[in-house]
C-alpha cells in the first residue's frame, strides 16, 4: 500500500485483490438518517457544529473515550457517568446513521469513512500491515517513504482511504518512484523529493539522501504507477489502520 505516495508493503495474506470504496463506507443514506437524529436528540447539548460541549469536538473527532466508531456507539448507547449524558436507546440502524453524520463532518453530503479502533490499527501498522518497514512515525523507522507523524493532521480519513485503495490515483507527483543510471553505470532507483531543471533530488532504495545531476545521467524515468498495489486487508482492518493514523498528530 502507499501512503501519501510512498510505497507501504501490503499484507502478505491472501490474494490481490481490489477492494470497493463503498465497502469502508457508511451510505448516503446512514448520513442523512443520522442528521436528523443529531438534530433531533444532540444537538441540544453538543450543539449544531458539535463543539459545544468542553473537551469533545464531534465534527473534528476530538473525543474523549475512543475514537473509533465501536467507541461512539458505546459512548451513546451506556451514556456518560455522573448524569452528564443519558443513555440512548437506539437500534442498530440508528446508531450507524448518528456515527455516519459524524464521520461525514456534519455534512450530510459528505463522504463517511470507517474507522476502527486505533490500537488494533497500530498493531497491524507494525505487524500485518508491514507499514512500519517503509514509514517513520515519531522518530522511529526508515526513510524510504514519508514520515507519517503528522498525517492525521494533513489528511482526512477519506483521503488516508483512498491511498490505501486506490494507490496509483492517489500518488503524489513529487513523491513518484524514479529510476536513473549514471554515466559510471550506477542504478539509483528511490523516491522523488524534489526536481528542477538539472537536479533531482531523492531517497534511494537504501534511505539514503541523494541528489542527482541530470546532466550525468543516461537514464531518467519518472513511474507513473505506484510501486505497490493496493491493500489486501479486509474492510475493518483497514478501518483500524485509518482509525490509527488519525491518532498520528504531530507536535501539538
Known sequence: MWLTGVAVPSHSGGALSAQGFDDHRYTTTDIENGSRLYTAECALCHGSNGDEVDGVNLRTGQLRRGSSDDAIRAVVASGVGGGRMPAFDLSVEELNGLVAFIRAGFDPGGVAVRIGDAEAGRALFAGGGDCASCHRVNGVGPLTAPDLSD?????????????????????????????????????????????????????DSHGRLRSLIKADLVEYEVSQQATMRPTTLSSEQVAEVIGYLMTLQGVR
Open 151 to 203: 498525517i492525521g493532521a494533513i489528511r482526512t480519513p477519506a483521503a488516508l482511504q483512498r491511498v490505501l485503495l486506490d494507490p496509483d490515483g492517489s500518488l503524489i507527483p513529487i513523491n513518484r518512484p524514479i529510476r536513473a543510471v549514471t554515466r559510471s553505470g550506477e542504478t539509483v532507483e528511490g523516491r522523488r523529493l524534489n526536481e528542477d531543471t538539472y537536479s533531482v533530488q531523492l531517497i
